[in-house]
């Protein structure tokens, strides 16, 4: 009878304990579907064209679910407004805190802590801003060709170089005049080059970027496109190039050095960066 006892005891501490754990996960899960929670009602009041109340320059337009760039080179960006923060899901999730929200102001704190003051247009001109048919290609919509003849010792070799537009995304992360991070979209290229001796072809590649992995940091590499590749000297037989990496619209690059002897690349060496 004993035993009997002790075993019920034993299962109802079981089913107590199994329920607590049952109880406890529930509270976790429903813990995370409020943290995920999305204030409807807020990003209903966001839509509309949005300028800044300092300058009156136009800061973006809300459509849905979407934030659109009067800038035809910023990507749209889908939002959410959570917990009293503007989050941005672009290639990085950026929270701004909400300092004030009604229908015709927003304000909140860009990534320098500084309050971006915003108000809603009443001016449907505005909305011509934003009527771009495709994002702009940046130093990559020609087809460039150089040609350079050199003469070594007694043999005459001919470079042909031809920069070739692609398709290829390229998306950069900036930050726009409010302080607010956003991704632009550029174009990568391929660039051929064949080097003949009189008339035989010695040498023919077609170069991308991920060609130049190996002397270029990743992070660097990922925003960079390939911007150029030029003869800048001879020596011994040897033709040297010069190999440009550049992140689009800004100051940083890579400058490589590639040196291709009879028809093979013998040597790339970093000159600068």
């Not at 079981?14 to 409020?34: H, P």
Request: aromatic share 12%; charged share 25%; glycine share 2%.
């Amino acid at each position: 009878m004993r035993l009997s006892i002790n075993k019920v005891i034993r299962r109802i501490t079981f089913i107590l304990l199994a329920c607590f754990v049952l109880m406890a996960c529930s509270d976790r899960k429903n813990a995370k579907i409020i943290d995920n929670s999305e204030d409807k009602k807020a990003k209903q009041l966001l839509q509309g064209i949005w300028m800044n109340d300092d300058d009156g320059d136009i800061a973006f337009r809300v459509l849905g679910d979407s934030i659109f760039y009067p800038d035809s080179l910023s990507v749209p960006v889908a939002f959410k407004i959570q917990q009293d923060s503007f989050v941005l899901l672009s290639s990085n999730i950026t929270k701004y805190p909400i300092i004030k929200q009604s229908e015709h102001v927003f304000e909140f704190k860009n990534s320098n802590g500084e309050v971006v003051h915003l108000v809603k247009s009443n001016d449907p001109s505005n909305i011509y801003e934003f009527e771009h048919h495709s994002v702009m290609q940046i130093n990559q919509h020609k087809l460039i060709k150089a040609d350079t003849i050199i003469n070594i010792g007694q043999e005459k070799y001919h470079s042909y170089t031809q920069i070739n537009p692609t398709s290829y995304k390229v998306v950069t992360t900036k930050y726009n005049d409010d302080g607010v991070e956003v991704d632009n979209i550029y174009y990568d290229n391929i660039i051929h080059i064949s080097i003949f001796k009189g008339y035989q072809k010695m040498f023919s590649k077609d170069f991308y970027k991920y060609d130049f992995r190996k002397y270029i940091p990743k992070q660097f590499l990922r925003q960079s496109i390939l911007n150029d590749i030029v003869l800048y000297k001879t020596d011994k037989g040897q033709l040297h190039y010069k190999v440009t990496l550049s992140i689009p619209d800004s100051p940083l690059s890579y400058i490589l050095e590639m040196v291709i002897t009879q028809n093979k690349i013998s040597r790339v060496s970093l000159l600068e960066n």
